[in-house]
């Protein structure tokens, strides 16, 4: 059994392909980009970091997406398929932790810490 060419190939109706210099100035924006969610990753944890973290996450998703795989010379479709995966993901992602850390209101099956009364003193 023969192994049949891709149609751009057979046609000549391929794309461009990147240069390797386009693909080493892509890894170094990724590479920074991943050192901006090390460094804000030792912050601590509030709305502002962890929406930055989000952004941050997105804009890897989306760059690996439309250069390694090739997105950016595919159809508009597959673009919009991979968008709406990201996107999804992170909504399920915040919606599950506003309700580990309980953003939609306190647990009422838990007692606050300073709430709880000191143990009693043991006297002799």
Same mark, same amino acid.
């Given at each position: ?32 980009? /991943?050192? !901006? ?5 030792? *912050?601590?944890?509030?709305? $502002?970091?962890?929406?930055?973290? =989000? @952004? ?6 989306? /760059?690996? !997406? ?5 997105? *950016?010379?595919?159809?508009? $479709?597959?673009?919009?398929?991979? =968008? @709406? ?40």
């Amino acid at each position: 059994m023969a192994i049949a060419a891709h149609e751009e190939t057979v046609h000549g109706s391929g794309h461009a392909h990147p240069s390797d210099l386009q693909y080493v100035y892509v890894a170094l924006f990724l590479g920074v980009v /991943t050192g !901006a969610e090390i460094v804000l990753g030792y *912050r601590h944890p509030n709305a $502002l970091i962890i929406g930055s973290l =989000l @952004t941050l996450m997105v804009i890897k998703f989306a /760059t690996v !997406a439309l250069w390694f795989m090739h997105l *950016r010379f595919d159809s508009l $479709l597959f673009r919009r398929f991979f =968008l @709406t995966g990201i996107l999804l993901a992170a909504g399920v992602y915040i919606a599950i932790m506003m309700t580990a850390f309980q953003f939609f209101g306190n647990d009422t099956t838990s007692v606050p810490l300073n709430k709880i009364p000191p143990p009693a003193r043991i006297t002799r």
